[in-house]
């Protein structure tokens, strides 16, 4: 159930720089765990980023470590994903995702995205 909106993707230059931005309705933004999902055509759906309720921890799987970065904008219930150093190897269809368990979460997040495309160029 797409609930949440998502913008920001684009082309850019292998080493460029984008920011997503999620919005999300204010229930799912202050008490669920939220993130960010890509998919590329031919892979596999890839959890990038996380962020528990409140902003109490993030995790990020290790081949964005150090380069992309999650923030949140608490007023505006928004959440981001700063993605800096891009690589061709980070082209994808990029979904933000909610659910209100860590059960949830890992499992299959019952909240997305429309999906926003990310494409890098060499």
């Known amino acids: 159930q797409d609930q949440l909106v998502e913008s920001g993707g684009g082309s850019v230059q292998a080493g460029g720089s984008l920011r997503l931005s999620c919005a999300a309705p204010?229930?799912?933004?202050?008490?669920?765990?939220m993130g960010w999902f890509r998919q590329a055509p031919g892979k596999e759906r890839e959890k990038v980023a996380t962020?528990?309720?409140?902003?109490?921890?993030?995790y990020y799987v290790d081949s964005v470590k150090g380069r992309f970065t999650i923030s949140q904008d608490n007023a505006k219930s928004t959440l981001f994903l700063q993605m800096n150093s891009l690589k061709p190897e980070d082209t994808a269809m990029y979904y933000c995702?909610?659910?209100?368990?860590?059960?949830?979460?890992?499992?299959?997040?019952?909240?997305w995205g429309q999906g926003t495309q990310v494409t890098v160029t060499p």
């Open positions: 995702a909610a659910d209100r368990t860590l059960t949830g979460w890992g499992r299959s997040p019952a909240y």
């Open positions: 204010a229930y799912i933004y202050d008490n669920y765990y």
């Open positions: 962020v528990y309720p409140g902003g109490a921890a993030t």
